[in-house]
């Protein structure tokens, strides 16, 4: 199922290294994006009470949804840290060349991957840098190289640049080394990092893990320098568990700098079968306050008082 293979991701990593050439690598290094400025934020502390297997079974089962999206938060932010200490890996070797306004690294390979796979970064303006990681056979020549990972970044920094985004061919790896990279599809990603909030948007488009449908997702998180956030989770994937079925899901969750906040939950089949709606709230300590739910059937399931939550509205 998607929600469980869409984020195993793992390339060769590095392991040996291309030949030592004399020069500074500080200023390219520091155009490659950070993990820490890609991080995709949900509301911290301990899930909200509605989340809990005591809730009624309406509430129960549209929670379990929520905690998937927490989950899924977790493992977006996984996927793709994978993804740069991969990169940061083989930059972490010597370069096996310096320019004026480039620098490579590699081939690299496990002694054990069927891969090897090469970093360039190019120096494209004052800050500003692109970079890519291309991966081939270990049997294979130069011109059997593809672009992996392409990227560009401005703003470089020691803790990373401020703006940019990369792509990352998931079919490609899968299909150099079906059994570590298992997952087809494409993922893109940006990020912007400022002194008041930092925002990350991660994009999947055609995720596939062996016979289940093809899933499209979407992930965005805005952080505030006082600790209040947004994530907003669009997907067209298998969320309910028949492989044979698709559904739409949308959350939409805000906190404030005090950790209390509000989740607006849907989910609908895409043949208009089944579906259900959540409105969760929680105080600061993370206890719900409110919820209401809404069956397929029309039904509607309501604890606790409106007015305790800490935005009366949805997120639009």
């Excluded at 905690?67 to 840290?81: E, I, S």
């Excluded at 083989?90 to 480039?102: H, L, M, Q, R």
């Excluded at 061919?169 to 080394?177: G, I």
């Excluded at 596939?208 to 600790?227: E, F, H, I, K, R």
Aim: hydrophobic share 40%; with cysteine.
């Amino acid at each position: 199922m998607w929600r469980r293979s869409i984020f195993a991701l793992v390339i060769c990593t590095a392991c040996g290294s291309g030949s030592a050439v004399t020069g500074s690598t500080d200023s390219f290094l520091e155009g490659l994006p950070s993990r820490s400025s890609l991080q995709v934020t949900a509301p911290s502390g301990h899930a909200p009470a509605a989340l809990s297997p005591r809730s009624s079974a309406l509430l129960g089962e549209t929670a379990s949804l929520y905690v998937l999206t927490r989950q899924t938060t977790a493992q977006v932010n996984g996927t793709v840290g994978g993804v740069l200490d991969t990169v940061g890996r083989i930059a972490s070797t010597p370069p096996a060349a310096v320019g004026p306004d480039s620098a490579a690294w590699g081939p690299i390979t496990d002694a054990l991957s069927p891969v090897i796979g090469r970093l360039v970064i190019q120096r494209v303006g004052p800050g500003a840098h692109t970079f890519r990681v291309d991966l081939a056979p270990k049997s294979g020549t130069d011109a059997d190289f593809k672009t992996f990972l392409q990227g560009a970044s401005t703003g470089a920094a020691p803790q990373g640049p401020s703006d940019g985004s990369f792509s990352v061919d998931l079919t490609l790896a899968h299909t150099l080394d079906p059994v570590a990279n298992p997952t087809d599809g494409q993922l893109v990603t940006g990020w912007s990092v400022r002194a008041d909030q930092r925002t990350v948007h991660v994009h999947f488009s055609d995720v596939q893990t062996g016979a289940d449908a093809p899933a499209n997702a979407d992930v965005s998180s805005v952080l505030g320098a006082d600790g209040s956030g947004v994530l907003v989770f669009d997907a067209l994937a298998n969320l309910l568990g028949d492989a044979d079925t698709l559904e739409t899901g949308q959350v939409r969750s805000r906190w404030a700098p005090t950790g209390a906040g509000r989740a607006d939950v849907q989910v609908q089949a895409v043949d208009g079968g089944d579906g259900f709606a959540l409105t969760e709230c929680w105080d600061s300590s993370f206890g719900r306050v409110y919820a209401l739910g809404e069956a397929p059937d029309g039904g509607v399931a309501s604890e606790g008082d409106p007015a305790a939550c800490a935005f009366a509205e949805p997120l639009r």
